[in-house]
Structure formats: structure tokens, C-alpha cells
């Protein structure tokens, strides 16, 4: 049982260029959230998913974007990316609403040059 | 709107006690409490419902007062293992499936 994993664990980018990241679960979890962690700001939702096929924007959604094909994987896409977007990316997911626990992955460094 | 944490940083001794506070302007149904070590994931220690549970983890504990928007974990009787960076993530309920963090409680534990 991995729990929630990510990949890749770092990622250097040059402004511009395009990148996946990964983050799947083994518990059968339906809700999956990407966040972004930057100094002093806490985690802030990125998007997130209530079950397969769905998506929605959370507090910072711009500049990304996501799919959920998968029950157990969720994908987040940067386009073209920006110096703004230098940040640690955390995944989590989570049984059903919010009244459960997230489970976090282990984290995405991600610097954008 | 994110939750306002207090205090920022706090440095105890161990064996000393703590109060990490988190307040929202929103109505809450829950509040969620993770501690974070560095350059690790965010680990969650409880969960508070509406209702005004006070739910305990060993020496960890918390109270949830839904009239004030307010929610306090308490360290009692610190210790090193404790420290790392506390954030309280509160939810609205409803069709509202997301957590909207505190920007985060730093606790040092020294000997």
C-alpha cells in the first residue's frame, strides 16, 4: 500500500516550457487535490476532483490545468510555465468530503528559470 | 478566504504547553488540523465537526466553538517530536468539498 505517490520528486523548467505531474493513490479514494506550497502562504487548492471524469478550480487555478482519466490518478499540467510557478506542489486525496482526512504525497519541487 | 493562524511562530521549551489559534470570517462545519515537519508532507492529526467536539491525539487536543468561527489545538507537556509547522484548514460544508488553509503555526521545541 504506497499511499499517494508523485512524480517527479523535482523539476528544473525554463519559462515557457510545458510539463505532468503525476500523482496517483492506492485507497480507492474518490476526492483528489493538487496544492501548491510557497513560503508564508500556507497550501493553496490549485484544482481538485470529486470522483473520475470531474474536475473543478480551487483558489488558484490559474495557469493549469488537470484531468482525471483515472480513479486512482490525477495529472497536473502547466502549460507554459512562468517564474511564478516555482513552487512545491502537494497531492492529496481523501475517502469522500471534506469531514475525512487528507492524505498528502510527498511533494513535486518544481523551479521555473 | 484563508483562516488567520496565531501566533506565527512559537518556541517552547519541552515539557512546556502551547495554544495555536485559527479563525475564520466564514460559518464552518470543520476544521482540520496537519502538522508539517520540514521538507516533508503535511500530516493530519484531527478533524473538528460542528457541534463543538473537542477531539484528543495522545498530548494533542482541540476545541471547535462554531459561533465564533474559532478553532484551538492545545500541546500539552511539549515534546522534541512536536515541532514542525502547525495549519488548520477549515471547510464551509454544503456542496463544498475543499479546505481552505491557515498560512501556517511554527513551533520549535527545544530541550
Known amino acids: 500500500n504506497a499511499g499517494v505517490t508523485q512524480t517527479p520528486k523535482f523539476r528544473v523548467l525554463k519559462t515557457g516550457q510545458s510539463m505532468t505531474l503525476l500523482c496517483a493513490q492506492d485507497?480507492?479514494?474518490?476526492?483528489m487535490y493538487w496544492y501548491r506550497q510557497d513560503p508564508g502562504m500556507g497550501l493553496r487548492l490549485i484544482h481538485y476532483?470529486?470522483?473520475?471524469?470531474?474536475?473543478a478550480k480551487g483558489e488558484v487555478p490559474d495557469g493549469y490545468n488537470v484531468s482525471r482519466l483515472k480513479k486512482q490518478n490525477f495529472l497536473l499540467g502547466l502549460e507554459s510555465a512562468a517564474p511564478s510557478q516555482t513552487s512545491v506542489y502537494f497531492c492529496?486525496?481523501?475517502?469522500?468530503?471534506?469531514?475525512?482526512?487528507?492524505?498528502f504525497g510527498p511533494g513535486t519541487r518544481l523551479t521555473v528559470l | 478566504q484563508q483562516p488567520v493562524q496565531s501566533p506565527q511562530a512559537v518556541i517552547l521549551r519541552e515539557g512546556e504547553d502551547a495554544v495555536i489559534n485559527c479563525s475564520s470570517s466564514?460559518?464552518?462545519?470543520?476544521v482540520h488540523w496537519y502538522r508539517q515537519k520540514h521538507g516533508e508532507a503535511p500530516v493530519f492529526l484531527m478533524i473538528?465537526?460542528?457541534?463543538?467536539e473537542q477531539k484528543g491525539h495522545e498530548k494533542i487536543s482541540a476545541s471547535f466553538n462554531e459561533k465564533k468561527q474559532q478553532s484551538s489545538l492545545y500541546l500539552t507537556a511539549s515534546q522534541l517530536s512536536y515541532s514542525g509547522t502547525y495549519f488548520c484548514?477549515?471547510?464551509?460544508?454544503?456542496?463544498?468539498?475543499?479546505?481552505?488553509f491557515g498560512k501556517g503555526t511554527l513551533l520549535t521545541v527545544n530541550p
Open positions: 492529496a486525496s481523501s475517502y469522500s468530503r471534506s469531514s475525512y482526512e487528507q492524505f
Open positions: 485507497m480507492n479514494h474518490e476526492y
Open positions: 476532483s470529486v470522483g473520475e471524469g470531474t474536475t
Open positions: 466564514k460559518a464552518l462545519y470543520s
Open positions: 473538528l465537526l460542528k457541534g463543538g
Open positions: 484548514g477549515s471547510n464551509s460544508g454544503g456542496s463544498n468539498y475543499k479546505l481552505t
